[in-house]
């Protein structure tokens, strides 16, 4: 592994002038290297955040202004729609659309998620790059082994890299892509909206891994996909075939309660993307967004007969 630099300050050269690296809000070795791991990955270059809300905040924050109206994927990630509600008194407003389709006209930025979360539906790219306003996409699930958003039009690929892309559950960051990101690294340094080498060190040690791990996890979720949709129990299966994330409905509210809390080696958490499997009941989050059976499983890396296993004995 690279090393990990925690200063916050680095000495002026010899003439008193600035080096490469002269206070951490601005940058540091450990997160340039994490960052350009992540850049070559995506095919242009990617700065970091504190977590993947900051870097939404940032991103919005950098290319709206007052009175603009972002069009947003429905049926994406909540969390996103709740950060875009908190910016509505800065005068930012949205406006969810079927993201299978082309975004409405009269919006100045598009949010697509690819695959959605938790309802995993894929976005219509070519539509949206159609569109005269800058392209957004969350790629958090698909990650870049499935899916470089750059390479379809898109202008920006943005990740929760909490998830997959650290992959361990243990390092809280976010990460924007993009094809010239100067004057982004520009506001992310004046606003201090700037993350810690620890956790960028942690991002690098995932990437290492990032490949395996999901392809891993992809085979996992393929086969369970298909057994869960031929259980008696479960009404539907939404899974586009790609990563380590899925989501069933079983009948009620109070059978997915059941169901999250009978499970041994799943751990009934929230979040995505880890080596751990986890699962959860969405309706505790997103309330009536999402229908009351419906539960969150994020595959991890155990083996999948075990994980089988244990689904088919909490569904009983």
Do not use: C
């Not at 002269?22 to 270059?45: F, I, N």
């Amino acid at each position: 592994m690279e090393p990990l630099d925690r200063s916050t300050i680095w000495p002026y050269d010899e003439r008193g002038e600035v080096r490469d690296y002269y206070y951490s809000r601005d940058g540091s070795p450990t997160l340039t290297a994490a960052e350009r791991a992540l850049g070559d990955l995506e095919g242009g270059q990617a700065l970091l955040f504190p977590s993947g809300s900051g870097a939404t905040t940032a991103l919005a924050l950098w290319l709206l202004q007052p009175g603009d109206t972002i069009a947003v994927a429905a049926g994406a990630y909540y969390g996103t729609a709740v950060t875009f509600s908190t910016l509505a008194k800065w005068g930012i407003r949205h406006v969810e659309f079927d993201q299978t389709g082309a975004p409405p006209d009269d919006v100045q930025l598009i949010w697509l998620e690819a695959p959605s979360n938790p309802f995993l539906t894929m976005p219509d790219l070519e539509a949206a790059a159609a569109h005269p306003a800058p392209v957004v996409v969350d790629s958090t699930v698909a990650t870049p082994i499935f899916l470089r958003p750059l390479e379809h039009g898109a202008d920006y690929a943005l990740h929760s890299a909490t998830k997959y892309l650290a992959g361990h559950d243990d390092a809280l960051l976010g990460a924007v892509a993009g094809r010239d990101l100067a004057d982004l690294k520009t506001f992310r340094t004046r606003t201090g909206i700037s993350p810690a080498p620890d956790s960028a060190w942690l991002l690098s040690r995932g990437l290492k891994t990032l490949e395996i791990r999901v392809r891993r996890q992809t085979e996992t979720a393929t086969i369970l996909a298909e057994k869960l949709r031929a259980h008696p129990r479960v009404q539907a299966v939404r899974y586009p075939g790609l990563s380590g994330l899925l989501s069933f409905d079983v009948e009620t509210a109070d059978a997915a309660r059941r169901v999250e809390t009978s499970t041994s080696l799943i751990v009934n958490a929230t979040s995505l993307g880890g080596v751990t499997s986890v699962m959860e009941s969405r309706a505790r989050w997103e309330g009536d967004r999402v229908p009351p059976g419906l539960l969150r499983l994020s595959v991890g890396l155990e083996d999948p007969d075990a994980l089988w296993a244990d689904l088919q004995r909490a569904l009983q």
